[in-house]
T-cell receptor, first 117, second 113 residues
Framework: GAVVSQHPSWVICKSGTSVKIECRSL??????MFWYRQFPKQSLMLMAT?????????EQGVEKDKFLINHASLTLSTLTVTSAHPEDSSFYIC?????????????FGPGTRLTVL | GDSVTQMEGPVTLSEEAFLTINCTYT??????LFWYVQYPGEGLQLLLK?????DKGSNKGFEATYRKETTSFHLEKGSVQVSDSAVYFC????????????FGTGTRLQVTL
């Protein structure tokens, strides 16, 4: 099946620094990628949808200047958490969808655990 | 807004026991319903889905039936195996929202010998 990777799998950073998380589709081209955030014992919350070559669409309540998303190629999307603070500590998960149809399946990465000290 | 409620875990079963994980939803219109499974250290994988009322999704011995009258999509398996130990997420995709997924909180299943 289709494989999506994330890097790093975990990261610890100091408050005020920026952290970049990569999401790659390894064996297919992803026209659309999604970024989710998951708090302990809570569901995945969609943060934003990114389409290759265009600006990301953010969900209500998500700060676009804090969570910068770049989908520069059909196999790579990045999420940059700028000026991270302890409340940004979470599990970030990306997914990728091949093709333009909204009925195409999303394939998920294994997630990145961010801890901000 | 749309929401998904699933039973809290963890659920601990002996091998070959019957499994039910309850899932109910709230949505306008006619959503598509999904079960995803996440094995340790891996990404979520689509386990099964149903796109309209009374549809039954099935895969790897797991089944779930789209019940519009009870707004439910309970996951069942007749005989679980140790290899089924994972976290199971119920999710929906509302019509016209370009595959935006709304997830439940996940239910951890632990199967023992």
């Amino acid at each position: 099946g289709a494989v999506v990777s994330q890097h790093p799998s975990w990261v610890i950073c100091k408050s005020g620094t920026s952290v970049k998380i990569e999401c790659r589709s390894l064996d297919f081209q992803a026209t659309t990628m999604f970024w989710y955030r998951q708090f302990p014992k809570q569901s995945l919350m969609l943060m934003a949808t990114s389409n290759e070559g265009s600006k990301a669409t953010y969900e209500q309540g998500v700060e676009k200047d804090k969570f910068l998303i770049n989908h520069a190629s059909l196999t790579l999307s990045t999420l940059t958490v700028t000026s991270a603070h302890p409340e940004d500590s979470s599990f970030y998960i990306c997914s990728a969808r091949a093709g333009a149809s909204s009925y195409n399946e999303q394939f998920f990465g294994p997630g990145t655990r961010l801890t901000v000290l | 807004g749309d929401s998904v409620t699933q039973m809290e875990g963890p659920v601990t079963l002996s091998e070959e026991a019957f499994l039910t994980i309850n899932c109910t939803y709230t949505a306008t219109g006619y959503p598509s319903l999904f079960w995803y499974v996440q094995y340790p250290g891996e990404g979520l994988q689509l386990l099964l889905k149903a796109t309209k009322a009374d549809d039954k999704g099935s895969n790897k011995g797991f089944e779930a039936t789209y019940r519009k009258e009870t707004t439910s999509f309970h996951l069942e398996k007749g005989s679980v195996q140790v290899s089924d130990s994972a976290v199971y997420f119920c999710a929906l995709s509302a019509t016209g929202t370009a595959s935006k997924l709304t997830f439940g909180t996940g239910t951890r299943l632990q199967v023992t010998l």
